[in-house]
């Protein structure tokens, strides 16, 4: 099954280096690699991706934050991932909703993976 991806940029040449590299695996399909502003949001409703990348400098500028919250907002069940050219790292933002009660609740804190520096003696 092919994964469609969509790629946000603020800059240029790691968007366009990014997309080259994606758009080589048979099982991605690259609908889109866009510019880092609102209209995103609107070739979202238009595009309808499985995933999308956004790439940029650490730390994230202003409007990635406040994009990414409005993404998940409007499309919560859309993987919305997060590469950087400064860090070897791979930050996933979802904001998915699930029905709870108390019961569920404390399950759901107690899956929780907790980082390794907030571990005190366990």
């Known amino acids: 099954m092919k994964r469609r991806v969509a790629l946000v940029c603020g800059e240029h040449l790691l968007g366009e280096s990014l997309e080259h590299t994606l758009r080589h695996f048979e099982d991605v399909e690259m609908i889109g ?10 070739l979202l409703a238009l595009q309808t991706p499985d995933l999308l990348l956004i790439a940029e400098q650490e730390p ?16 919560p069940n859309l993987p919305v991932m997060r590469v950087t050219l400064d860090q070897n790292v791979i930050r996933i933002y979802t904001a998915r909703t699930l029905p709870a009660r108390s ?20």
């Open 33 to 42: 690699s866009w510019k880092l502003d609102d209209q995103v949001l609107s």
């Open 103 to 122: 019961t569920e609740l404390i399950d759901l804190i107690r899956q929780i993976p907790v980082p390794e520096e907030n571990r005190k003696g366990d």
């Open 60 to 75: 994230p500028c202003e409007k990635t934050l406040y994009l990414t919250g409005q993404i998940l907002d409007r499309y």
